[in-house]
């Protein structure tokens, strides 16, 4: 459902700035070891956790992401932790 446009407000509901968020990262398998690039999604808010299986051994991780002015900080564990 949309709001009326007197009812939006862009900086409460996309807080992270200016539009230069970061939207990848590289991290390390916990399975493999591998390196794998990953796409984020900042609108997704500043705090994120969701599962997502790695594209070289295809083992699932829980991948958490936190923002800070726009900067990710990405970590990935196996999932059964």
Known sequence: MRLP????????DFPLGDGSADLGATV???YCGEEVEITLDPGSGESQQYVEDCEV???P???S???HEGQADVSVTPLDE
Do not use: I, K, M
């Open 61 to 63: 991780w829980r991948v």
């Open 5 to 12: 446009d007197d009812e939006f407000d862009l900086d409460a």
């Open 65 to 67: 992401v936190s923002y």
């Open 57 to 59: 051994c295809c083992n």
């Open 28 to 30: 390390q398998c916990p």
